[in-house]
């Protein structure tokens, strides 16, 4: 099955008075598989808005391709429009009307049933509220509302920027349900934009990370995830006073280990196994209380891949990123040092 | 058309629609009140035996009249009227109407302020006013409607769902003019019912012929098509400002100081006919068919000035093409812009 969005060599910059042009895109490539929940992830300002933005036909790019279903957007966007169903941004509706009269102005422009417009309130939990005027809704009703226009017309493609934003837990669990349903069992593919990297790690099956406007990885959440846990193992001694000892017996066994100590333990990566650093401490004589074996979650990855990792006693500013690694062709296989993102 | 269809629907359910809706009858009612009030078909007996009285009174107290009227050589013999005697129209007039005429005398008619409202005669520029100021209504909606829309990024959201633009604008502006024709159509209906009955009860209606219906359906269509072409031009400018604020601005800016600028530059520079700088001269232009203005300096000492005649034709040209100046901008603007 071909893919359901198809980006290649994305482009946007936008000029700027009396500075360098900006390139908010720069040759941005993605690729979101059918039936998936694919999560969009980046630090602020690298790009996710304004792509989802250039899918959508509301901005023009500079450069390069974008397909949905196999045809060229934004050129062929009036004939796939009908099976897309999109929320960008904070979503923005007109103040004084009320939640229901803003989906049935919609629903009505485009020829969906006006029946559509209740199971939808239904489904995002904005019954009640369906009522009153937009400008009394709070910021997680106005995601609701903003969420229920996108599957307003039963879409086949969901596209969803930062849907959790505002949302309290409740909403959040409901949400994913909800997204997690629509993809798993009615075969909608949704793409989400998203900052909660717990909240993709159990939403989505695969995504891509962005950063200044390119690709830096995308695959299975899993996959990623377990391709940069160069697991750490964290030891701790009934004796604070062994931790230099183990140090030294460690490092001199295996040269290319790193072990580094961390207030009353100490961090061990590069090890072979478990077992090994119990073996070889035991045999210099030191006797440990406790192993444990970290696995990194999304963040550390996150931080890591995105170079955007806090560094103690200054700020990242956007669109700062450390380092960015290069991108690697179609896929996961990049091999990223993995120094000083513990803790 | 669906989407025409909701966009007439959004256009009505504004609240500021109903609010100028009301406004606009409210504004009927109040002319027509005014009308009501101020007019009559003439003083009763009541009236005019008392205005007779205050006359009669008034010329007691002005002794010159008296003796005039009573004496016929009143003003060959006496010297301070000899300029009287000596003016043009002295010799057409009876001895009474010259007492009154220069003298000054007064009949019951001077203390009796009566205004009849004559359909006939004022109808027709009032259901023009009324037009234009339902016209300037719809054309401050239009442009709210446009402008609210891309200040609260609802037109973001309108074009995830119909990516094609000029369908979108195509729909908006075609149900901004469609409710300003009903609008126009309705309000001028409506005054010209109120202000009929006004005439019928309390003023005279006078002799509606075919050269008046012909002479004020022919104005006002065209005041019709002035009302369409306002309400296109502030959607465009709209549009093109995506703020009601900036498209307001930019209309009210220019009647009020640039055309004032417009006409103050105009009098410093030794042009002829600076009136033809001012939007208003081709408004007036448009809506009554020609308009001739003079040129005094010209013919120096002559008495006959130059004159330029500006036809209805001329106007529309000149207006519409404004029109459809800002309207290609707005379309041009649109399709090319990123939406926010
Ligand atoms: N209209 C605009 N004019 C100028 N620059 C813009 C504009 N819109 C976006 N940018 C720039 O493009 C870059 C990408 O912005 P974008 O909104 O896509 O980020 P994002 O990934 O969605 O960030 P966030 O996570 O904060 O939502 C930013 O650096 C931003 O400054
Ligand atoms: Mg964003």
């Given at each position: 099955m071909p893919p359901i969005i198809e980006i290649s060599g994305l482009r946007k910059t936008y000029s700027r008075a009396f500075r360098q042009p900006h390139n908010a895109l720069?040759?941005?490539?993605?690729?979101?598989?059918?039936?998936?929940?694919?999560?969009?992830?980046?630090?602020?300002?690298?790009?996710?808005?304004?792509?989802?933005?250039?899918?959508?036909?509301?901005?023009?790019?500079?450069?390069?391709?974008?397909?949905i279903f196999g045809e060229e957007v934004p050129r062929r966007l009036p004939q796939v429009v009908s099976r897309i169903g999109a929320v960008v941004e904070s979503p923005q509706f007109f103040k004084h009307f009320s939640g229901r009269l803003t989906l049935q102005l919609l629903a009505e422009s485009a020829g969906v049933p006006r029946s559509r417009v209740e199971e939808v309130l239904e489904q995002v939990g904005l019954k009640d509220a369906a009522k009153a005027a937009v400008k009394g809704y709070s910021l997680g009703m106005r995601q609701r509302l903003a969420v229920a226009q996108a599957l307003l017309k039963q879409p086949q493609l969901l596209i969803l920027d930062e849907p959790a934003n505002g949302l309290d837990p409740?909403?959040?669990?409901?949400?994913?349900?909800?997204?997690?349903?629509?993809?798993?069992?009615q075969g909608v593919t949704v793409v989400v934009s998203s900052h909660l990297l717990s909240e993709v790690q159990q939403l989505c099956d695969s995504m891509t990370i962005v950063s200044r406007g390119r690709r830096i990885v995308d695959g299975k959440v899993a996959d990623i995830i377990a391709g940069h846990s160069s697991a750490s193992l964290s030891v701790r001694f009934p004796d604070a006073a062994s931790l230099p000892e183990a140090v030294e017996a460690l490092t001199g066994a295996a040269p290319d280990l790193t072990a580094a100590v961390d207030r009353d333990r100490l961090v061990v990566t590069g090890a072979p196994e478990p077992a090994w650093v119990t073996k070889t401490l035991a045999d210099a004589g030191i006797y440990l209380s406790e192993l444990v074996t970290?696995?990194?979650?999304?963040?550390?990855?996150?931080?890591?891949?995105?170079?955007?990792?806090?560094?103690?006693?200054?700020?990242?500013?956007?669109g700062q990123s450390v380092e960015v690694p290069q991108a690697a062709p179609g896929g996961v296989a990049i091999d990223v040092q993995a120094e000083g993102v513990e803790r | 058309m669906n989407l025409f269809k909701a966009e007439l629907r959004r256009l009505a359910r504004r609240r500021l629609s109903l609010v100028f809706g009301i406004l606009a009858v409210a504004g009927v009612v109040g002319l027509t009140a005014i009308m009501w009030a101020t007019s009559s078909q003439g003083p009763d007996e009541g009236q005019l035996a008392e205005a007779q009285a205050q006359a009669d009174q008034w010329n007691e107290d002005n002794p010159d009249y008296g003796d005039c009227l009573e004496d016929e050589g009143f003003f060959e013999e006496n010297a301070n009227y000899a300029w009287a005697v000596e003016d043009s129209a002295y010799a057409d007039m009876s001895h009474e109407e010259r007492c009154e005429f220069y003298v000054g005398g007064m009949t019951a008619e001077d203390f009796i302020y009566t205004y009849t409202f004559s359909f006939e005669n004022e109808g027709s520029y009032m259901l023009i006013g009324v037009a234009i100021v339902a016209g300037l209504i719809m054309m401050m909606l239009a442009s709210s409607a446009i402008g609210a829309e891309w200040s609260s990024g609802g037109m973001s959201n309108l074009m995830v769902w119909h990516p094609h633009r000029m369908k979108v604008w195509g729909a908006k502006l075609g149900a901004a003019l469609a409710v300003c024709a009903a609008a126009v159509a309705g309000v001028v209906v409506l005054a010209f019912g109120l202000l009929y009955l006004t005439a019928a009860v309390r003023g005279e209606v006078g002799d509606l012929d075919g050269v008046w219906w012909e002479a004020t359906l022919e104005r006002l269509g065209r005041t019709g098509l002035l009302t369409l072409g306002m309400t296109a031009l502030g959607a465009s400018l709209a549009m093109l400002g995506r703020h009601?604020?900036?498209?307001?601005?930019?209309?009210?800016?220019?009647?009020?100081?640039?055309?004032?600028?417009?006409?103050?530059?105009?009098?410093?520079?030794?042009?002829?006919?600076?009136?033809?700088?001012?939007?208003?001269?081709?408004?007036?232009?448009?809506?009554s068919g020609k308009i001739e203005l003079y040129n005094w300096n010209s013919s120096g000492m002559e008495m006959t000035p130059d004159v330029m005649v500006i036809t209805a034709t001329d106007a529309g040209l000149l207006l519409g093409g404004i029109v459809v100046l800002f309207g290609a901008l707005a379309t041009w603007a649109f399709q090319r812009r990123d939406a926010a």
């Open positions: 720069d040759g941005l490539d993605m690729e979101v598989a059918a039936g998936q929940v694919h999560g969009f992830l980046g630090p602020n300002g690298s790009g996710k808005t304004t792509t989802l933005r250039a899918l959508l036909g509301l901005i023009r790019v500079d450069g390069g391709d974008m397909r409740a909403g959040i669990h409901h949400m994913r349900e909800l997204l997690q349903w629509l993809a798993h069992s970290e696995t990194k979650n999304l963040e550390s990855v996150f931080l890591e891949l995105t170079g955007t990792a806090p560094v103690p006693g200054r700020t990242v500013q956007i | 009601t604020a900036i498209a307001g601005g930019v209309i009210a800016g220019y009647l009020i100081i640039g055309d004032m600028l417009v006409q103050i530059t105009s009098m410093s520079l030794p042009v002829d006919y600076p009136e033809r700088f001012s939007l208003y001269t081709w408004v007036m232009a448009w809506i």
